[in-house]
């Protein structure tokens, strides 16, 4: 599994920025997608989730209304568009691949992180 993620930067509250994931070494279509944050000192923590066929999408709570995980599965890439920033949203950000019981507890299903600064 090889995932690339990238689009991550600083902005100030209320602002946006698109994650992006390009993936390589493996059947992308055929695997769930997900996008997982962990913040400086604190462990990681689940963000969103699109399934094999791109119809399902879930968040977590506080990202409801604010961040959209979609795919494109002709390309090999997942995005994460993210709007409304607010700081507790800081974080580096992480896609990874496969079930998601499995990826909350193995880091080698992941990339290798895109950090995000929301700050004034």
């Known amino acids: 599994v090889q995932l690339v993620e990238s689009g991550g930067g600083s ?11 390009a993936a390589a070494g493996f059947p992308f279509k055929t695997y769930d ?6 913040a400086t000192g604190k ?10 066929n791109g119809y399902e ?3 977590q709570d506080s990202v409801k209304g604010r961040f ?4 494109d599965d002709a390309n ?5 568009q993210m709007s409304d920033l607010e ?12 079930a998601r019981v499995l990826v909350m507890r193995d880091r080698k299903l992941w990339g290798l992180g895109t950090q995000v600064t929301v700050s004034t």
């Open 11 to 21: 902005v100030e509250p209320g602002g946006s920025l698109r994650l992006s994931c």
């Open 33 to 38: 997608i997900h996008w997982v944050r962990q």
């Open 43 to 52: 462990g990681p923590e689940w963000v969103a989730s699109i399934n094999m």
């Open 57 to 59: 999408r879930t968040y």
């Open 68 to 71: 959209t995980i979609s795919r």
């Open 76 to 80: 090999n890439t997942a995005y994460l």
């Open 87 to 98: 700081p507790e949203d800081t974080a580096m950000y992480y896609c990874a691949a496969g």
